[in-house]
């Protein structure tokens, strides 16, 4: 094992996966259905497309040709991920035994010199290191990913051991500087600085910062994008500037979001301010300007990215999973950058709606897609050609526990109401916190504290900004003027074993109306309660679904359902006039039941008697 | 006793305030310290300022000249109605007994034919009946409202004995059309449709229409109101057009709302489409542009009453006490004829904000005025030389049990949500209803039924205006699609003994914009919680009042303190990024504390980094 090192400058550290254990109503059994089917569906299908013999191949274990799309490596790499994660809330003996073996095809296939793609291995030896858009380095983040949290969570570290021989080659290549280079695909960026965190050896933050200091300055020649006809040229890569001087938001949504995880990371790291003003200026760009209220980004599918500003289509919304899950990692980094609950508060948003819309309820079907309305022919599939996605989700939702506390110098941060049980290194201690809620379907939270060794210290609950009033208790005693920071509730007291802080947001159904700029949402409203983004859906609305409009002074009834679609609460739009006239489920359910269409925005019905004072 | 007649075409009836026993924290208190402090303060303040010995004088028990103002007889009967109601939750065998003193003078000064004036009687006996603005019907109609109100409280019949005796007078006078008349202040006509619905003698109904009729034709030649140099002229009075041409709401607000009562109460009676167009064209007038947040209405000092549509400024809002009662009468009658939750909406927001507030919290001291801001200056009184709005609140208050529920054919309509216990005649059977709940302070209300010998009726609930979404259950099963009828949730089932309803009302801290239309709330904003509008008071919010303003993403604590202010939900308004910024407390209890400035519309920080989709 290595010493994790203590890194400079970072005020909130993650506190990590292996050290929460989710017991709650909605992850939990998520997570659980989420090995028994997607990890399972994951596997096969990467062995019956041939994406694991490639690694077989590659290292003469088995005869044959590269089989499937050259970045197909990185489908293993994301699995494996997700296993890792998904050991710590449901210990599998049976995976973690495939997960070995697999490992030690992967490990089997690299290079003398380090070196791991079996693409260029098995098809084209010769040309390693001549395409910039070939993925060589987008696969080998996502090996060095996986490598990280398999040695966490099972403390075996053959993977990682495998992934710091290949990142030692990547130095030999580039870390002379030998030659400029563009990251076709974004990830190395971040994994580099995963592994520095990890490890603590600072030439992987070097090597990080030199692929994010190449973009921008014309090495990428061509510019144009290899992969499936997509439009290229340099914007598409965020190549078009440098990072310190890109304003608004453009190109490919997923390059962009892990590009900016990597300078996130790197900006808390090294307090650089021209990293910090560039991501600040892109987060309002991003957030304000070009997200779907899903949390979903990414409008078009010429690019799969960005277009401009305020173009937000509905029926042809890309928002591809992988960039929704984006929107996590890089708002989850925002945060421990700034310590703001804004950035908790967009990652919830991501989380609770257009990522999880990308996996069936069943676990066995992805989008890869996200609209937000549909015409009723836009379905899950099981896997896809360039299966990112389905892999995206293979590895992001047993993750969940990496995004529910950081931690100060101070204190600890709560950035989301998950019921879990959990572990949080302090000041040298081990605080232990129970939570336990009804979250998303209630507004009711208690956090049990035993604050160990220690006195006093911060609790910091983050507002949802979904939620304008609550209630703050501890031990049942009101708190009457909690202090606020940035979006956080701030308690400083001191602990006693048994301490329980009460947060009682109000959960009322409210109506959303679109910024006016969205042509495709004119006179249009969306409903959300708490976190989650709710739907229509023609199999519950069969009257005339396209006429279907909330009236302007719409009574809602809410009900947690817990034999519809896994357990939701349902939204009963009721015109106070007349009877039943709509109802919405998550957004994130739809497409379960029968094919239909469906529709997150909808007409509101705009009155001039409207009680006004 | 008098044999109640089952009028005709009404649909909806009253639960009368004698079957409805208050059990609630709110109301409950408040009735018991209204007995002890308000009741017991009029009655002195009407012995002190001659009130009550101007009828001992009128009678020739006592020797003198009449004291006050000429209507002032009305005060004793307006004090003698709130101790009718009052005795109901409170028996008081003193107050009755003082009640039975005061109410033998006052038969005792009724003249032969009937006649019951004390200023007429005593300063100008030959001038009864010969100017319109001098209240005789004014004070005629309130002792008739108080007769009736004693006579169902007590079982005694003498004072409601003297009114019938008066009112066959003013049949004499005017029943055979010798005169044309307009009443000056109106209030007669809404008495003689009480004393028609109690004793069901259409002499009654007639002589009440004949009055409304009577207005509009140019009758009152010289349209000068007498009373404290007041604007006069026919718009004051409600006399510039008949009621069937009435379109804008204008002139003194509390003569326009007895006004309406009587011509609500006749529309439902007769059916009369010309009665029921003007109430409800009047209505959206009134309530849609002519009302304060607060229910309050009449802005202007100058005429105590309307002036042109929006207007409504803060600082100089006249809003008299007795207007925002007028308020409740007059919508509570609006929704006996429609049976359409929207007026319950309109007499709860009065109710809860504009006519209480016209009370100290110890129930003693007094606002004529009520206006949504001010400058430090403005306090409740002791009492007024014009006294009504005492008498109002001392009348009122008592008779909250009026207001809760309603029947019809089908079942019972619960208007208000006010713990109590209650007995409702339905379809020749008791069933009895228990409501716990601490409203206004929380969403949830339990509704206990007992239906005594009937089986299936409807049970309707109002879905509050001030309220997107809730939960509905009946014994603990929650209702899918319950029938949504005029605004009111409708249960139609076979009731059991002990059945419980249950409403999970969601009430947030809600902010309001004011119609654009408004100048005095450009780019300010109101709270509200529930029914009740909140304040900021200078003794809350000492630093910089007159700079305090609502962030734009403003986070609110809501806090119940027992101790403060009677028992008030206290909102704490947070800046996200900040501490405690502002206090607010219910509009009603403003006043209560050290004198200082107030506000309920406030500026309100707008941010272009709102979050849009």
Redesign the interface.
């Known amino acids: 094992m290595f010493n994790k090192k203590n890194t400079k400058n970072e005020k909130l550290k993650c506190v990590p996966f292996t050290n929460v254990k989710l017991t709650d109503e909605f992850w939990a059994p998520r997570l659980q259905k989420h090995q028994e089917t997607t990890i399972k569906s994951c596997i096969k299908q990467c062995e019956n497309t041939g994406r694991i013999s490639n690694f077989a191949k590659a290292s003469g274990l088995e005869e044959g040709e590269f089989e499937g799309i050259l970045f197909n490596d990185s489908d293993v790499y994301k699995v494996i991920e997700g296993i890792a994660y998904s050991l710590i809330n449901n210990p599998n003996a049976h995976f973690e035994k495939i997960t070995d073996q697999i490992i030690d095809k992967i490990s089997a296939a690299q290079e003398i010199d380090g070196y791991l793609d079996t693409y260029f291995t098995l098809a084209k030896p010769e040309d390693r290191w001549t395409d910039m858009m070939a993925h060589e380095t987008y696969c080998g983040g996502h090996l060095a990913e996986a490598a990280i949290a398999y040695s966490n969570s099972t403390g075996k570290n053959k993977l990682l051991d495998t992934a710091i021989k290949m990142i030692d080659h990547y130095i030999d290549v580039f870390g002379g500087q030998q030659k400029h280079w563009i990251t076709g695909h974004q990830e190395i960026e971040l994994a580099l600085i995963k592994l520095y965190r990890e490890i603590g050896d600072e030439k992987y933050l070097k090597l990080s910062k030199w692929f994010i200091e190449q973009r921008g300055h014309g090495y990428n020649f061509t510019g144009i994008s290899w992969d499936r006809g997509l439009m290229g040229g340099p914007e598409y890569n965020q190549d078009d500037k440098p990072i310190r001087e890109l304003i608004d938001i453009r190109g490919h949504a997923v390059r962009a979001m892990y590009y900016f995880c990597a300078v996130t990371d790197l900006a808390d790291l090294t307090g650089d301010e021209g990293y910090i003003k560039a991501m600040d200026r892109l987060w309002?760009s991003t957030?304000?300007k070009n997200?779907?209220?899903t949390g979903g980004i990414g409008p078009s599918k010429s690019n799969e990215g960005f277009t401009h500003d305020y173009d937000?289509p509905d029926n042809t919304a890309y928002c591809e999973t992988c960039a929704s899950v984006g929107m996590v990692l890089w708002n989850h980094r925002m945060n421990l950058l700034h310590g703001d609950?804004k950035y908790a508060d967009i990652m919830e948003r991501a989380l609770y709606n257009g990522v999880i819309s990308g996996v069936s309820l069943e676990g066995d079907k992805y989008f890869y897609v996200n609209p937000l309305s549909s015409d009723g022919t836009h379905h899950r599939e099981q896997w896809y050609d360039v299966s990112c996605c389905p892999t995206q989700i293979a590895r992001f939702i047993p993750s969940i526990g990496n995004y529910i506390y950081t931690v100060s110098d101070k204190g600890i941060l709560v950035n989301l109401y998950i019921a879990s049980k959990s572990t949080i290194h302090l000041q040298g201690s081990e605080v232990n916190l129970i939570q336990t809620s009804r979250y998303p379907w209630e507004g009711l939270v208690n956090i049990k504290v035993d604050p160990g060794t220690l006195n006093e210290f911060e609790m910091k609950m983050r507002?949802p900004?979904w939620?304008?009033?609550?209630?703050?208790f501890v031990n049942d005693l009101?708190?009457?003027?909690?202090?606020?920071?940035?979006?956080y509730i701030k308690l400083l007291r001191e602990w006693r074993k048994g301490d329980i802080v009460t947060l009682k947001f109000?959960?009322?159904?409210?109506?959303?109306?679109?910024?006016p700029r969205?042509i495709s949402?004119k006179g249009k409203t969306?409903i959300q309660?708490g976190p989650v983004v709710y739907c229509f859906e023609e199999t519950d609305n069969k009257d005339d679904f396209e006429n279907i409009y909330i009236p302007y002074?719409?009574?809602?009834?809410?009900?947690?359902k817990e034999q519809v679609l896994g357990g939701v609460t349902v939204?009963?739009v009721?015109?106070?006039?007349?009877?039943?006239i709509l109802k919405a489920i998550p957004y994130y359910a739809w497409d379960n039941r029968e094919p239909g269409r469906m529709s997150v925005w909808i007409k509101e019905e705009r009155n001039h008697?409207t009680?006004?004072?």
């Open positions: 309002e957030v304000l997200m779907y209220i937000l609950s507002f900004g939620c304008r009033s609550m209630q703050l009101i708190i009457e003027n909690p202090v606020f920071e940035k979006g109000d959960m009322p159904v409210e109506k959303i109306n679109s910024h969205v949402n969306a309660r002074n719409a009574k809602f009834f809410t009900e947690y939204i009963n009721m015109h106070p006039e007349g009877n039943l008697n009680l006004y004072f």
